[in-house]
């Protein structure tokens, strides 16, 4: 089994930064991919970007240039550094670890709240 757990969202004004954080722990070896999401209020949960097991990183059209996925293997952590933030990326953002077995395994969200 996997858990995921998310960490590092919180308020932030517009033009800044954070840095999100999904902690895997269990069989992480059968991941196969592992994707940060967001669900905005009154939206459906959207693809921000997405990181292989081989290290392959895809990106949702809108994602390009502020966000970026990356990954610490002896930490078992998968990042998403958010720069120039806006008050659009104000959503609950969710870690999922794809299993070949099972599916997509989800945490429970870290909310950002982009205001001034």
């Known amino acids: 089994q996997v858990q995921v757990v998310e960490s590092g969202g919180g308020l932030v004004q517009p033009g800044g930064s954070l840095r999100l954080s999904c902690a895997l722990s269990?069989?992480?070896?059968?991941?196969?991919?592992t994707g940060w999401y967001r669900q905005a209020p009154g939206k459906q949960r959207e693809l921000v970007a997405r990181?292989?097991?081989?290290?392959?990183?895809d990106y949702a059209h809108y994602a390009n240039g502020r966000f970026t996925i990356s990954r610490d293997n002896a930490k078992r952590t998968v990042y998403l550094e958010i720069n120039n933030l806006k008050s659009e990326d104000t959503a609950v953002y969710y870690c999922?670890?794809?299993?070949?077995?099972?599916?997509?395994?989800w945490g429970q969200g870290t909310q950002v709240t982009v205001s001034s």
């Open positions: 999922s670890a794809n299993l070949r077995t099972v599916g997509d395994i």
């Open positions: 990181i292989t097991k081989s290290g392959y990183m």
């Open positions: 269990g069989s992480i070896s059968d991941i196969q991919a």
